[in-house]
């Protein structure tokens, strides 16, 4: 009977399951991990209070999950930075830094107070879950940062745990950093088994600036979310009006620069467009009132901002309204984002900028922008789109986004391979 016990695995997110931060990510994914493993998830970073957290909404899901507080007094982490500077590794990143000549004692602060929030998380982590050195389990980090750092600079403690962790985008690329920087990312390295990445292009990028041999210690492995069944056929029958409803979907912040689609969609004179975005953040306010200023005045032109919504709300969206493009004008993409691999997954065409993996999800079937678009641009592409919307080229471009994300973006396909590989990890 012992032979058949699913191996341990320790799943540690920011706030999932009990916030929406993570919701369209490890959601799809977590049913693939529990069929194969005994999980027990681990929310480090809650985005709400955790005294509004209701722990039996959770565990009627069906999900073992427990939380481990963020906060921290001055003693806390005066105490946490203490151990710290005890620690190899805060010195060879410090002799990093200074060789670098560049922000020096900003990102020497940076990575004290980085290795102080990972002694703060290791130590927590430790009690939460009684590891010793006896423990045997597969410890799984959704992001690469300082928890995935806490856990692997005690490594050598607990001689049968291993570690694996997934890396996404601002844990990886140096411009995500407050000053120019990731901290830790070789001393992090040595701790794991496999490093995974969501994109090939995020491979590349790390590969090259640490000087990694391609072997199979790194991954790529895509995210992916469910097949919807729909035909092209399907959309042809439920295509009805001309007017094309363009959706977005993001957190409204200066990265995404959502302003760059209210310039476009000012500039579109003939075609009837319906806009609407889904998300929220700081911006909302000052986009609302830009639209209000650029767009009040455009009778061609409806939208709304309907604000955060699940992951199941924008689904249902997609299946109750007729979707006839989706866009994304972001800065920066380092991964597949899911927002784009929903419109692929129900045929819709895709309007984005050629940042990123962003240029292999759009070949055939949608516009690709510039990197850094004009509104003028912006406003080419939507005309052109709505233009074309519903001839054969437009169904083309339908069917050319279900092929791809068959090809690329099939949960069940994606998670089952990817599960296998944590498994055989385990053996």
Known sequence: MEQDRKPDMYLITQDFPYGPIEDSFVKPE????RERFHVSVIAAELSVPEESVSEGAVHEQGIEACMISRRQGIRDKLFSLMRFL???DCYTEIAAIIKSRQKIWQRIYRA???GAAAETFYRRLKKKISLTKETRALFYFYWFDYKCFGLTMHRHKFPHIKIIARTHGYELY???ELYGKQFFKPQTD???ERLIFAAQYAKSYYLKKYRRQDDEKYPVYRLGVSDRRVTVEDRRKAQNGQELLLVSCSGANQMKRIHLIIEGLAGVKDAAVCWVHMGDGKELDALRSLAEDKLADKPNIRYEFTGSLPNADVVAYYQKHYVGCFITTTQTEGGSPVSVQEALSFGVPVIAVAVGELAQMVQGNGILLSENPSGDEISRAIEQMSLCYGTESY???CERSLAIFREKFDAQRNFSAFAEE???IMQ
């Open 112 to 114: 004290l107070m980085f």
């Open 86 to 88: 005890c620690e190899r």
């Open 395 to 397: 169904w083309q471009m």
């Open 30 to 33: 977590y049913p693939y991990l």
């Open 422 to 424: 944590l498994v055989q």
């Open 174 to 176: 140096d411009e995500r």
């Open 190 to 192: 040595a701790g794991l």
